[in-house]
């Protein structure tokens, strides 16, 4: 070979190398996260999932890459997003913010694995064949809030007279929406105590919501297990205080921002479990031999400056029982 067509085969095969040791590189894998909330009201639950993963050595960005998906509330949008994941070959989809996410993902792929947050029985709903050998692809992390509303209930009752009324908030849309009406109203006539339910059907009547509360008088109100509230819980927020209405809500996350009281598991845990799951599924792990988790720790948490403001007196049996009191 002469001397300039050696030179010339040098620097073409110092172009190609670096094309050839890059496609050789392993491929970093893709979590696809579909929410049916907004990223601005589940930030905090998505950097919960990004430290769950970063506990089985995943770090997003560097050796694995998350691509979101939120429908903000609009559910008709999930099918198409769910699709989309699938068609970028995502390695597993972590599903929460409404069920109708994981309906979606499931809809979508029986092979990609789904791991998803909720509060409703995820056997009842047939997600997954049981709690300890989920089956299939689909496994997950479950809270069980509806059980929990009868709680919050009891809460309720000891805060205002008996004969005041107590109010739910739900959405109809919302799956899971008439059974848990019907277990609060089974509740309510288990403890003598009368209730009426404030229905919003998204973000712009929750104004006009809170004004039929204040106008029929109700003493407390709960937003009932619908992700919707976490997602607007400033609005919610902001409207308990103007219109001098106690709220008791699902999770610390609303107290701790200015609400009053809240009585639930920790979601944030639920999320960061969840983002363990995706890791260790990761690395090679199968969702069918991974039991759906179920929270068991519960708290109270009551905001007192908040109380005081809203002119309420906190029974001393409650501040006593409290596991963090915010002053």
């Known amino acids: 070979m002469r001397r300039r067509e050696f030179i010339a085969f040098s620097a073409a095969a110092a172009v190609m190398w670096p094309i050839k040791a890059s ?7 893709v979590v696809g996260m579909l929410n049916g909330q907004s990223a601005d009201g589940y930030s905090h639950l998505a950097e919960a999932i990004r430290q769950g993963l970063k506990d089985e050595g995943f770090i997003d960005g560097q050796n694995a890459k998350i691509e979101y ?4 509330g609009r559910d008709e949008q999930l099918p198409s997003m769910a699709v989309d994941l699938v068609n970028r070959h995502a390695s597993v989809l972590l599903t929460g913010g409404s069920l109708w996410a994981t309906i979606s993902a499931k809809a979508a792929t029986a092979t990609i694995p789904i791991v998803f947050t909720t509060a409703s029985d ?10 300890n ?27 205002v007279p008996n004969d005041v009324i107590i109010g739910f908030m739900g959405r109809r849309r919302e799956p899971r929406y008439a059974a848990d009406r019907k277990f609060i109203e089974s509740a309510a006539a288990a403890v003598g105590r009368k209730i009426t339910f404030v229905d919003v059907a998204d973000e712009r009547e929750l104004e006009s919501a809170f004004a039929t509360a204040k106008r029929e008088h109700l003493g407390v109100l709960i937003p009932m297990n619908d992700p919707f509230f976490n997602s607007h819980r400033g609005a919610i927020i902001a409207l308990a205080a103007r219109h001098s209405l106690p709220t008791i809500y699902e999770s610390r996350e ?3 921002d200015g609400g009053f009281m809240s009585y639930g598991t920790s979601i944030r845990g639920a999320y960061r479990q969840a983002g363990v799951y995706a890791g260790r599924i990761l690395k090679g792990e199968k969702p069918s031999d991974l039991p759906v988790i179920q929270s068991t720790r519960f708290e109270i948490v009551i905001n007192l400056k908040t109380a005081k403001t809203l002119g309420l007196t906190v029974p001393r049996n409650l501040l006593v ?7």
């Open 23 to 29: 496609a050789q590189q392993t491929v970093i894998p």
């Open 69 to 72: 998906r939120w429908a903000a």
């Open 122 to 131: 995820p056997v009842k709903l047939g997600l997954v064949a049981s709690l």
């Open 133 to 159: 050998r989920p089956g299939g692809n689909v496994t997950g992390v479950s809270f069980l809030a509806t059980q929990l509303v009868a709680k919050r209930l009891e809460l309720a009752a000891q805060l």
């Open 254 to 256: 609303p107290v701790v």
């Open 321 to 327: 029982a409290a596991d963090e009191v915010i002053e």
